[in-house]
């Protein structure tokens, strides 16, 4: 008895706990904002659209993804005889664990961080270029037409749009100095970077549009081409990872965009009273803003065509980001403005 | 050392400049037949401006970009002969793009980057630039090998080109890795007096290696496999510049490497080179002689040269040297001649390859058929024309530094190249006609072919001024003390 | 305790998957294996404490490089028994080959590996390991940044050579053409006269009644 205490108390263990309690105050919010997030989509478009959507199951129908959640566990999962087992099983567990490692580095508040790494936001980059692989891997494994064709259109949208995504980045990076994601937030302390750097902040996001295989740009699965796409063959526990990633994925790229142009967890004006309000609440604001937005974008413009998109992507987006980082080097030099 | 010293490699950054240029301007030139007219023709003009460049700069030994780049007078003859063999070549391609059908301005355009990553190669003063030179030299290489895209010869070829240049680039790198890691330096300077105090087995190997991977650049046997299809798969005009124009930069590299870099290891080097270069004069003599198609003639005919010009590496010595400066001079000079006959041989536009080809070209094309002789009679080495001297100061090199076998080898396998040089004299001379061969050859090809001729018919005069160049340029191959 | 730990799994997984991808019989499974292995890899550089190069690892090779190599191989068919055909008989060779430069490489590494050769220089200094990268790039080895930088151009040159081919009877969307175009060219009034019935439209109605 006496040794257990002893190995539970021991300093390295404690680190330990405390490591698991950070991630698990991280992750469970997270995973709760995902299921609100699906309600929250019905509901804003069913709204738009001058529906009501989902208000039945609980008030305001606010249980609705509990019945859903319930709904998805008790189908039967399917495996095609076809399959690549285990690339078929890995995929969606990749893409929902791929969601989940990112928030390891994006800081909620002054320090409230799980890991404060020194390249965050390459970290970040890192892992969203990994999104990819789920979708392959899922529309390779399930040897039948539809996801394969989501596969490769995902695979060809996300390379392209990843591109504009790291030069935005690179932007970014050199108005704040760092690649620390809380430096880049104390850097944005007089002026959220959403101002001078506007225009790529509305690239930044319409490219995270693309990285996320939201609408305009969900032709991986755009259901009246490819019914589903890479998970058409998914059921059941499986679709759900897929489907809990797509929305992590979002809250994911918004807080991004949050820590990237619109100050993180500091408030809009640098008034001592707005500090009263803890900076995750206004983190979670800023991020809550953003998916509206990503809401708003779906319920509004129609899909886009494949190479309207590769158009965009290639011919548009990369070209003027280019410049756009020409441009910012030569400002911040020019104007003495560089950090440090 | 001044730290970021742009002067020397002026001609280089221009190039550079006039590619990135030119990449713009062909994309934005709507009709593409006159964008690849207009981009030949600025590719010459720019090849004119940096010969224009590296003269200005003048022959003094100097560094730029921290010692990475390193130019002297050796440099600077290397170079000038580079881009006089790559103009040469421009010159003759405008007909030749048109009835390849590959008249596009990439072409050209490649042409430049690759002559650019052969003039860095050639100053690199560093292991890493060396192999950065190396593949922006060869890359575009590959592609123009197979631009003929309809045609599977030629798809073939570049396939093969690429596969093959890719493995002995990964030859190279792996000797230079491991010549870095016994060494500790991955500058020439750092390396050479590493080398000076210890040579590692480990060096050793990676020495191997690299001059491996460089062998197979000059496509000296056995690394020569490539050679006679690629030559023949691509299109003419493509040919021409792999015979010509990477073949004196990757000597050039090989100059400096051996006797350079790794100039107090030369025991560990010489007896390879000595290999190499007897393989490559056997196989080139040797596989000739069965040949029915020009370009594949001409392919080992090259690997032959590569040999001869190896024997005065070889030797070890600074006569070596010059000998193989002088004999890559003559063989540039003898190499684009004889293309720019090979080009002139069409029948309604459609290019002839065959030897039989040739047969009654004496009567038909009288002055034509001279210069082809001459040609011939200089690449076998025949006195009094220029490749006689190039074999004589090679082989006399070696003899001096006590190789007498190797060059007795030499020499005899030049007796057997004599046989099929001599056979296409014979073919133009004593057969029949058998094809009506065009009349109408483009002036830019006759003017070559003439003056190539011209040179190694009365090379004599000229070289001892040849010879006084090479003589300023021998002490500078690698770098000036400190 | 934790870091050997990790290092552990990194490495066993790296060379693991290393082998895997040699020894997967699909190969789709082969580049995954190759992917796993990068990432493996990057964590060793984490662990080394350059955690800028593990980044850029994942970020351009896993993220970017082998993404188009698995798009590539997963397109191909192909016919794994056929690949087999004629190992056996180059076989011995490559056996020879491969022990030959095993023995030659062991002779020279258990020869003379003298590390003091080169230098590891320490960084563990107050500038970070993606500063020290830049500074160096961008100074003492610019040539060869800006070398690179062509190299790619020429890949890409020549990529665009070697495939791009204008096929006639492609519908293109010239988006400036469209966005140029005035009402008076593309709208045209014509004045129908209402009170005739078209004859098309009788012969309508005359399969019309037929049917009837």
Excluded: C
Aim: aromatic share 12%; hydrophobic share 55%; no cysteine.
């Amino acid at each position: 008895m006496e040794t257990i205490t002893r190995f539970l108390t021991s300093p390295m263990m404690i680190e330990l706990i405390w490591t698991v309690a950070q991630i698990f105050a991280v992750i469970v919010p997270l995973l709760i904002a995902v299921a609100y997030l699906t309600l929250a989509e019905r509901r804003v478009i069913g709204l738009m659209q001058l529906r009501k959507g989902p208000n039945v199951v609980g008030p305001f129908g606010l249980f609705q993804p509990f019945a859903d959640a319930l709904k998805l566990l008790s189908k039967e999962t399917i495996l095609p005889s076809g399959a690549s087992k285990a690339v078929f099983v890995i995929a969606p567990m990749l893409t929902f664990i791929l969601s989940l490692v990112a928030w390891a580095v994006i800081p909620f508040g002054e320090g409230m961080v799980i890991a404060d790494v020194n390249v965050g936001i390459l970290y970040l980059f890192a892992i969203s270029s990994l999104g990819v692989y789920g979708v392959i891997m899922a529309g390779w494994a399930s040897n039948s037409k539809y996801p394969f064709l989501g596969a490769m259109r995902s695979a060809a949208q996300m390379i392209s749009y990843e591109v504009s995504l790291g030069l935005v980045i690179i932007t970014v990076i050199m108005a704040a100095g760092s690649l620390n994601l809380s430096d880049i937030v104390m850097a944005q302390k007089d002026m959220w970077f959403f101002i001078p750097l506007f225009p790529m902040f509305v690239i930044f996001f319409i490219s995270t549009l693309a990285e996320t295989n939201r609408a305009p740009f969900d032709l991986p699965e755009g259901e009246s081409e490819l019914v589903a796409g890479y998970f058409v063959e998914y059921s059941s526990m499986s679709f759900a990872l897929f489907f809990l990633g797509e929305y992590a994925n979002m809250i994911l790229m918004s807080g991004m965009t949050t820590t990237l142009f619109l100050g993180g967890w500091l408030p809009p004006f640098d008034w001592p009273i707005l500090y009263l309000i803890p900076g995750p609440i206004w983190f979670a604001l800023k991020v809550a803003l953003v998916l509206f937005v990503f809401l708003w974008v779906r319920a509004t413009t129609p899909r886009y065509r494949y190479d309207q998109l590769m158009r965009l992507g290639w011919k548009i987006f990369l070209p003027f980001t280019l410049i756009f980082v020409v441009l910012t080097g030569g400002v911040l030099l020019g104007f003495g403005l560089l950090p440090q | 050392m001044d730290l970021l010293n742009l002067q020397p490699a002026i001609a280089e950054i221009f190039l550079a400049l006039a590619s990135l240029g030119l990449v713009l301007l062909s994309a934005f030139i709507m009709p593409q037949e006159y964008a690849s007219k207009l981009v030949r023709r600025l590719t010459i003009f720019s090849f004119l401006i940096a010969i224009f460049l590296i003269i200005y700069n003048g022959y003094k030994p100097a560094y730029a970009f921290n010692g990475q780049f390193f130019t002297s007078s050796f440099m600077v003859y290397m170079k000038v002969i580079i881009l006089l063999g790559a103009i040469g070549i421009l010159m003759m391609a405008k007909r030749e793009f048109k009835q390849d059908q590959i008249d596009r301005p990439e072409l050209p355009l490649l042409m430049l980057l690759s002559v650019l990553g052969m003039m860095l190669m050639v100053s690199a003063n560093d292991i890493i630039l060396l192999y950065m030179g190396l593949e922006l030299q060869s890359l575009p290489l590959y592609v123009i090998a197979a631009i003929r895209r309809e045609s599977l010869r030629s798809s073939e070829a570049g396939l093969k080109y690429f596969l093959l240049g890719a493995l002995s680039s990964g030859l190279l790198l792996y000797g230079a890795s491991l010549l870095y890691g016994f060494t500790g330096h991955t500058s020439y300077d750092g390396i050479k007096i590493a080398l000076e105090s210890n040579v590692s087995a480990g060096a050793v190997i990676g020495m191997v290696f690299l001059i491996s991977g460089i062998a197979f650049k000059i496509s000296a046997a056995p690394f020569h496999m490539w050679t006679p299809d690629v030559y023949e798969g691509s299109p003419t005009i493509v040919t021409a510049f792999f015979a010509v124009v990477p073949k004196l930069a990757a000597m050039t590299l090989f100059l400096r490497f051996t006797y350079g870099v790794l100039a107090d290891a030369s025991d560990s080097w010489q007896q390879i080179v000595m290999i190499i270069a007897v393989l490559s004069m056997l196989v080139g003599a040797g596989g000739a002689i069965m040949q029915t198609d020009i370009k594949r003639l001409m392919a080992y005919s090259s690997i032959a040269h590569m040999g001869y010009a190896l024997v005065g590496i070889a030797a070890a010595s600074d006569m070596g040297i010059g000998a193989v400066m002088l004999y890559m001079a003559i063989y540039v000079i003898s190499s684009i001649g004889v293309f720019a006959i090979i080009l002139s041989i069409k029948q309604e536009g459609r290019p002839l390859t065959r030897i039989e080809d040739l047969s009654g070209f004496s009567r038909s094309h009288p002055v034509y058929a001279l210069a082809m002789m001459v040609l011939m009679f200089s690449m076998a080495g025949i006195p009094p024309m220029g490749g006689f001297f190039g074999k004589w100061y090679v082989f006399s090199a070696a003899v001096a530094s006590g190789h007498v076998i190797l060059a007795i080898i030499g020499v005899l396998a030049s007796v057997i190249g004599a046989f099929y040089y001599i056979r296409i004299i014979k073919v133009m001379y004593v057969d029949e006609q058998v094809i009506e061969i065009d009349h109408n050859v483009p002036r830019s090809n006759m003017m070559i072919a003439f003056g190539s001729a011209l040179i190694m018919a009365f090379f004599l005069f000229g070289l001892s001024i040849l010879r006084e160049q090479i003589t300023a340029a021998i002490p500078f191959v690698v770098f000036v003390a400190g | 305790m934790i870091a050997p730990l990790f290092f552990y799994l990194f490495a066993l997984m790296t060379v693991v998957s290393g082998l895997m991808v040699i020894l997967a019989r699909n190969p789709v499974h082969s580049v995954l294996f190759l992917i796993l292995s990068f990432f493996n890899s990057a964590g060793l550089f984490v662990l080394l404490g350059a955690e800028f190069l593990a980044m850029l690892l994942v970020v351009v090779y896993v993220g970017a490089v082998a993404v188009l190599f698995l798009f590539v191989v997963m397109m191909l068919d192909i016919n794994i028994d056929e690949m087999r055909q004629g190992f056996r008989q180059h076989l011995p060779l490559g056996l020879v080959v491969g022990l030959i430069l095993i023995v030659e490489l062991l002779m020279v590494f258990t020869q003379d590996l003298s590390t003091d050769n080169v230098l590891a220089t320490n960084m563990s200094g107050e500038i970070s390991n993606t500063a020290m990268i830049g500074q160096v790039l961008y100074t003492e080895y610019l040539l060869n940044f800006q070398v690179a930088g062509l190299i790619l151009l020429v890949a890409m040159i020549g990529a665009i050579t070697l495939t791009m081919r204008h096929r006639e009877g492609v519908k293109r969307q010239n988006i400036s053409e469209q966005n140029s175009r005035t009402r008076d060219e593309t709208v045209q009034i014509v004045s129908v006269d209402s009170h005739v019935a078209p004859k098309v439209l009788d012969d309508s109605r005359a399969a019309n009644k037929r049917l009837q």
